[in-house]
């Protein structure tokens, strides 16, 4: 396949990827999403990420419809690649895309909820051995050692079995061996290339007889580039004729180097033409065959290394092992990056206490769901649409049991009331199921949805804004395939009249699609009668603390109008108004409220400091 056949790799990318990488190896770090190689390449890691999204899940991005949804999936990423262990498993989360099959789907969750369970039964002090490991492995950049090392932690914390099955099928003690072995070896070996020379370099200290070679070798070579200064040195003007200068020359050369004077003796040549000539030749000769003795030496040290990490050939030309010929290494260095992949994802599932969703046909329903985009304690919301088994006794919904049935809702509220938090949480609920990751609810159902369109409130106010918003959610909204609509506060981009019109429309078009439809707005009272299948909800606001925060009811009541209660907002600029001029400006829009309602707001909240 050409480069240039990827999404997002013109002729410019593709001269600089194969410059760098080679075709083959640039195609085959796109198809393992392999953002760091394309990182190094001299990509921008933001554009390789979208590469590499569309390379392997061109489908499942379509469903992201519209760039608000797509910055929901941006930031549920990024929230979970903070949760990475390694750098590399940080990369194959940002890159993980909504998944078009939905047994796809559900081996993903199968992998994600047993590795949360798995990380969530490990104790602190068995997680530290585990986040240590990774630290390490991540700053030897993944070497095979650090691959094995980290393999051996994670048997030693159990972590062996389900989705880490990969990790203990690897035996223990050959595990050791190979960690023992690699230590003796500088840099990534491929232990797969057996017999090819110079692919394994051993270590010094790995094998004495290996070292004592190399330091003969070593001594050798110094005198060979000094060959003039051993002939001074052998002379010392008391050497008076040519047999007694060799002889010097070998016993000098035997005690510098360390070899025996006999092996000295054997590469000395026999027809030098002056003593000049006898003592370089001599080193040379000497270097030569010392070199070749070390080499060989390497090679069946290297040897023995490859066949304890567990690639050696075997007599017949086969690799040791399985029937992959994978090797204890190469298993391991797999086996661990799946596993930090696996863990990363469990760590963001624990600490955020995301929960397995129910896959269904249609329908999202979440009970006391919690915003990701919001740190610290929230209030959970239960809240549906669609048909779902989350309900109670038919006609008895509750913030426990959301309505069933209902193709469309109307939200309706206070302000600052967590409308759009709904909305964002629903979205976020909705993709995280998609890409076959648990959700931050107690109990989901979600369905398989082709497009999720979500549209946050825009300020702009003017026919631009209008067109580009309804070329944004009507084409996905008539196309073929299930689609959830998040629409929030349609009305902010035209006048009110015509806003309710055009919502009124919306919402008639999203049940005779047969999609489904959250719509955020203050103009239910505007909308004509809803379609059958569509119902309105109201969020509420309750007064103002004692610090004159207001205090909200974030649950939905359904089938109930919210309120925007202006009093509340009125009552607290009221309290906080420091200029006699300011605060006798917000008490006549007291009046235009309610003063009353805002004299009970501003007693309610100076007696309400027991309450909060």
């Known amino acids: 396949m050409r480069l240039e056949d990827y999404w997002g790799i013109g002729p410019k990318t593709s001269e600089q990827l194969t410059a760098s990488l080679g075709t083959e190896r640039a195609v085959a770090a796109i198809e393992s999403a392999d953002v760091r190689a394309l990182v190094d390449a001299g990509l921008h890691r933001g554009r390789a990420t979208r590469i590499l999204r569309r390379a392997n899940g061109e489908a499942g991005m379509d469903v992201l419809a519209t760039g608000d949804a797509r910055s929901v999936y941006d930031d549920l990423l990024t929230i979970a690649a903070g949760h990475a262990l390694t750098d590399h498993a940080a990369d194959r989360i940002r890159v993980l895309t909504p998944l078009a099959d939905s047994d796809a789907v559900e081996s993903r969750l199968d992998e994600v909820v047993a ?48 989705p880490f099955e990969a990790v203990g099928e690897l035996a223990g003690a050959e595990l050791r061996d190979a960690a023992d072995a690699l230590a003796d070896v500088r840099g990534a070996i491929d232990p797969m290339r057996a017999g090819e020379d110079g692919d394994i370099e051993v270590a010094r200290g790995a094998d004495e007889e290996l070292d004592r070679r190399r330091d003969q070798r070593d001594a050798a070579r110094d005198l060979a580039n000094s060959a003039f200064d051993v002939l001074d040195a052998v002379r010392d003007g008391s050497v008076r004729d040519f047999e007694a200068l060799e002889a010097a020359t070998i016993d000098h050369v035997a005690q510098r180097t360390g070899v025996e004077p006999a092996t000295v003796r054997s590469v000395a040549p026999d027809d030098a033409l ?25 090679a069946t040290v290297a040897a023995d290394i490859r066949e304890r990490i567990g690639g050696a050939e075997a007599a017949d030309g086969t690799a040791d092992g399985d029937e992959t010929g994978g090797g204890t290494v190469a298993d391991a260095v797999g086996a661990v990056a799946d596993a930090a992949f696996l863990l990363s994802l469990a760590r963001f599932a624990v600490e955020r206490d995301l929960t397995r969703p129910t896959l269904v046909d ?20 239960s809240y549906a649409i669609g048909s779902h088994s989350l309900a109670g006794a038919a006609g008895a919904a509750s913030a426990d049991a959301p309505p069933t049935g209902d193709r469309v809702s109307v939200l309706t509220g206070a302000n600052s009331g967590g409308k759009t938090t709904l909305l964002e949480t629903l979205c976020a609920v909705a993709l995280l199921a998609s890409m076959g990751l648990p959700v931050p609810a107690e109990e989901a159902e979600v369905g398989a949805f082709d497009r999720v369109v979500f549209h946050r409130r825009h300020a702009s106010f003017n026919a631009g804004v209008l067109e580009s918003t309804l070329k944004s959610v009507v084409p996905p909204l008539v196309a073929d395939g299930r689609t959830l609509m998040l629409v929030d506060e349609f009305e902010a981009i035209t006048e009110p009249g015509r806003a309710a019109d055009l919502l009124n429309g919306l919402v008639t078009l999203t049940v005779d699609r047969g999609a489904l439809g959250v719509y955020v707005t203050h103009l239910a009272a505007d909308l004509s009668p809803l379609p059958e299948p569509a119902r309105i909800d109201g969020i509420f606001a309750e ?38 001029g300011v605060r006798a400006g917000f008490e006549h829009l007291a009046g235009a409220v309610g003063e009353e309602a805002v004299q009970r707001t501003l007693s309610d909240a100076q007696w309400s400091g027991g309450d909060d």
């Open 115 to 162: 590795a949360r369970d798995a990380w969530a039964a490990l104790d602190d002090a068995e997680r530290d051995r585990v986040v240590t490991a990774f630290d390490e492995y991540d700053a030897a950049e993944g070497s095979d050692l650090a691959a094995v090392e980290t393999a051996v932690a994670l048997q030693a914390v159990g972590l062996t079995d389900g």
């Open 274 to 298: 002056d003593a000049a000539d006898f003592v370089s030749a001599t080193l040379r000769d000497l270097a030569a065959e010392l070199t070749e003795a070390a080499a060989e030496r390497e």
């Open 362 to 381: 249609d329908g999202i329903a979440v009970r006391n769901a919690r915003s990701p985009f919001i740190s610290g304690e929230v209030q959970p919301v």
């Open 543 to 580: 007064g103002l603390t004692s610090d004159l925060d207001l205090r909200v009811d974030y649950q939905p009541r359904f089938g109930t109008v919210g309120k925007s209660t202006p009093e509340f907002i009125v009552s607290r600029l009221v309290a906080n108004a420091s200029d006699r």
